[in-house]
């Protein structure tokens, strides 16, 4: 692709999204044939300009749509967690992916079709994990947890004594241990506070105290000086006194 063609795709996929005209597969496609580049330092400076670009009119698409169907909404959710998939914004990606499952889960009291399963939530919290977000995957585990014991109340069938108490058991696993790596990565983001905080306190105090300490020395130094070179000349004009003070020199003082 050549400079001009690579310019025009982005001037297309920009000004689809801005005129809020195609949230679909073909704007997909552009977005696809955009990230095809010829290096990785011009990947990824397309990248992150994409990225701002795509985060800032993702949140201004969303208050749009308020008034639109839960099925538009959705369609538009999963253009962007798509596109933010394509370019590598994992963590916008995930955060819209929550959106949808909350608005699923809101709107399935009318729509039975829209109820997002156990195996959903545990799918997501799977890829929070994975991408650090311990926190929002063990409220993922939650709303699994949530769903499985929903729809095992309401089909029998499916909810079979042994499966039932094992997937209890891999959902309960996984949120311990995402409960386990939220509370260490807030112990080691507090510590490395803490530690930054003192290391900053130290060297303001040894500052403070180098320049208590320095000043008053070279002080000391230079007013030892002085009174020496004092009593010298002193002892100099003395002695003048004493053989005679016609024939004095004139000494000058040294400071």
Not at 140 to 154: F, G, K, P, T
Not at 218 to 246: A, D, P, W
Request: net charge positive; glycine share 4%.
């Amino acid at each position: 692709m050549s400079n001009s063609e690579f310019d025009q795709q982005i001037s297309l996929f920009r000004s689809q999204i801005s005129r809020r005209s195609r949230f679909d597969e073909e704007s997909i496609r552009v977005l696809e044939s955009i990230l095809v580049s010829k290096d990785v330092k011009s990947l990824m400076e397309v990248r992150a300009g994409l990225r701002e670009y795509l985060r800032s009119e993702s949140i201004s698409v969303i208050r749009e749509i308020g008034d639109e169907t839960v099925e538009k909404k959705l369609l538009i959710l999963e253009f962007f967690i798509r596109s933010f998939a394509l370019i590598g914004d994992i963590e916008s990606c995930l955060a819209l992916r929550y959106e949808a499952f909350v608005l699923r889960d809101l709107k399935s009291a009318s729509c039975e079709w829209l109820r997002v399963s156990h195996t959903e939530w545990i799918s997501f919290a799977g890829q929070s994990l994975e991408n650090g977000f311990y926190a929002v995957a063990a409220k993922a585990c939650e709303n699994a947890q949530s769903c499985l014991q929903r729809d095992n109340v309401a089909d029998s069938k499916t909810g079979e004594i042994f499966e039932y108490m094992q997937m209890l058991k891999k959902i309960k696993s996984l949120k311990d241990f995402a409960l386990t790596k939220a509370g260490s990565r807030s112990v080691q983001a507090q510590a490395a506070e803490y530690l930054k905080k003192k290391t900053i306190e130290k060297g303001k105090l040894l500052s403070s105290h180098h320049k208590e300490t320095k000043c008053p020395a070279t002080t000391l130094f230079r007013n030892g000086i002085k009174r020496r070179n004092i009593r010298k000349l002193h002892e100099l004009q003395s002695f003048q006194q004493v053989t005679g003070g016609s024939n004095s020199t004139q000494f000058s003082c040294p400071w």
